[in-house]
T-cell receptor, first 113, second 112 residues
Framework: DSGVTQTPKHLITATGQRVTLRCSPR?????VYWYQQSLDQGLQFLIQ???????AKGNILERFSAQQFPDLHSELNLSSLELGDSALYFC????????????FGPGTRLLVL | GEDVEQSLFLSVREGDSSVINCTYT??????LYWYKQEPGAGLQLLTY?????DMKQDQRLTVLLNKKDKHLSLRIADTQTGDSAIYFC????????????FGGGTRVLVKP
């Protein structure tokens, strides 16, 4: 158990819908990362937050957004869902901004029908 | 640019050693990581190595780092059926908040 929690574990929805994925980092970790794992793209970095502020952005679609709240939990919002958004979404946390090992949550498996 | 490459598949007999290879591109990385993903599960941090080390041993795991060739390897001694999984090497990219760039993963199949 890494100490990072993600909910829900599974999500099935339809195209065009919007979903919210939630992540709670390890106790004391300030930095949260979101990654997407799909069959065709592999593991891709989406976005990073540190102590409530966005710090780095990867290949994140404009339909996707994230935020980190004062209690340090983070949410990833996916809207106007398409079939190709079906993937495993991971959250990871680390203690500081950079140079720290990232610990991953169990992931949320999203299926868009 | 950031690019991490791994071989796709490795088949090994139980009790033998497994060696998984990885090449990376960012020579400024402070650490390099190995993660393990079992079927239907998340990413488990397996081990990591500081960039100023050539080798790190952790029980059955040995990590070798060749900075000149930007080559990283993971050796699993006495491979067990429970070692069957996908193994990812990952490199942090300092210019982008330390985000991890992953290789495509090596699927290791351990045969009894």
């Amino acid at each position: 158990d890494s100490g990072v929690t993600q909910t829900p574990k599974h999500l099935i929805t339809a195209t065009g819908q919007r979903v919210t994925l939630r992540c709670s980092p390890r106790s004391g970790d300030l930095s949260v990362y979101w990654y997407q794992q799909s069959l065709d793209q592999g593991l891709q970095f989406l976005i990073q937050y540190y102590n409530g502020e966005e710090r780095a952005k990867g290949n994140i679609l404009e339909r996707f957004s994230a935020q980190q709240f004062p209690d340090l939990h983070s949410e990833l919002n996916l809207s106007s869902l398409e079939l190709g958004d079906s993937a495993l979404y991971f959250c990871a946390s680390s203690a500081r901004l950079a140079g720290e090992t990232q610990y991953f949550g169990p992931g949320t498996r999203l299926l868009v029908l | 640019g950031e690019d991490v490459e791994q071989s796709l598949f490795l088949s090994v007999r139980e009790g033998d050693s497994s060696v998984i290879n990885c090449t990376y591109t960012d020579s400024s990385s402070t650490y390099l990581y190995w993660y393990k993903q079992e079927p239907g599960a998340g990413l488990q941090l397996l081990t990591y190595i500081f960039s100023n080390m050539d080798m790190k041993q952790d029980q059955r795991l040995t990590v070798l780092l060749n900075k000149k060739d930007k080559h990283l390897s993971l050796r699993i001694a006495d491979t067990q059926t429970g070692d069957s999984a996908i193994y990812f090497c990952a490199e942090p990219y300092k210019a982008a908040g330390n985000k991890l760039t992953f290789g495509g993963g090596t699927r290791v199949l351990v045969k009894p």
